[in-house]
């Protein structure tokens, strides 16, 4: 699925909102680009759920052909800056494919030297080039996308970023497919290390298939990292059904309890915040139709942890081993682990970090026997709720770059 589809002149600032590395390059498409792709939808302001997909295909794939199509700078505001080497892999990515990029932000996880990498919504590349730098030769990234017209610039430049990046053989490829289906999309089981996506999930319909389908596909000890706007409660119909509200990014919000509900019954661990912001709409009408409900931009990191596995705490030291974390890595917004410090980490963590790829970058200790049990519960105190946490990023220590946004 492209980036924000049904994109109009952003008139809200939900996607103005950052909440970690990156640089936010949301772009949105001009007057006559908007009131052409309008005269076109259903009367009353109102988008059938069951032609998204279609309304996608349409916009990214005849409306808007590079990036300078589009009018407006509204998300182009900085965040925290990226690492060195995620700086110089963008800097290596195509002009034509990063022309034709619709998103705003960067979902890249740590620890990605060797992985294979799933991008839901990779849109002309960007990203999935990226990350085929930061993954190197024995790692690779796929791509998944519905809009041909996406998928045929991204494709053209395959050997190129081969070439450029110094590698024997492409280490990328792009499927056509729906992320609700990646079955269909030929992907196969237990296949991928790390899956990524930024706001392309809260523009599903299915959202509960798109989280069974990346279960699927992720080995045992996999991550999905993504970013997404959640909203405070749920969405009653005529706002999940408002074309404009759509696509700016609220009507497809997810009610956050219901990601930790869903997670749990397609069998991930809990869901881990990374960070939150705060979305201001901006708009008086807009406001007005959203009353009390209220937004946030939330990264959150699930990883699929065999059922059973043994689920208890211990001490924890981070080796420092992580290309642009040697001296701490931000885990989450409860955790932080400075290199060679000892830190308790409960049953579920624990569990996640011995059975994940982070498994090289962590030494393991088991609570003594005349410590106090709580000494390997970690935090006494945890919410996963964006937003009682958003806050909680400048007041934590800071260590390295921390994680993604909204795209």
Known sequence: MSKHPI???????????HTASGVCDLYTEGKGAMMEYERSQPAKGY??????????????????????DLKSNACMTVAKPVTSDIRKALEEVHPDVSDRYYGCGLAVPESLQGCRVLDLGCGSGQDCYMLSRLVGERGFVTGIDMTNEQLQVARK??????????????????????????????????FYDIIISNCVVNLSPDKTSVLKQAHRVLKDGGELYFSDIYCNKDLPAEIRTHKVLWGECLAGALFWEDLMRLAGEVGF???RLVTATAVTVGNEELENLLGEYKFVSATYRLFKIPRGAPNTGCLVIYNGNITGF????????????????????????????RRSRFAEEFSFQPCLADQPSSSCVGPKTVTWN??????????????????????
């Open 157 to 190: 430049y395959i050997d190129y970023h081969a070439q450029r990046f110094g590698y024997r053989k492409p280490n990328t490829e792009f499927v056509q497919g729906y992320i609700e289906d990646l079955e269909d999309a030929g992907l196969k089981k237990g």
């Open 326 to 353: 040697e001296d701490c890595l931000n885990f989450d917004a409860y955790h932080t682990f400075k290199v060679n410090a000892v830190v308790p980490v409960d049953g579920e963590l624990a569990s996640i970090l």
């Open 7 to 17: 994109k109009h002149t952003l008139i809200s600032n939900s996607c103005r909102t």
């Open 386 to 407: 964006p937003f009682e946490v958003e806050n909680l990023e400048a007041s934590r220590p800071c260590c390295g770059v921390p994680k993604s946004c909204c795209k």
């Open 269 to 271: 661990s809990t869901p």
């Open 47 to 68: 988008s059938d759920e069951s032609t998204v997909h279609e309304d996608v295909k349409e916009y990214y794939g005849k409306l808007l052909t590079k990036t300078a």
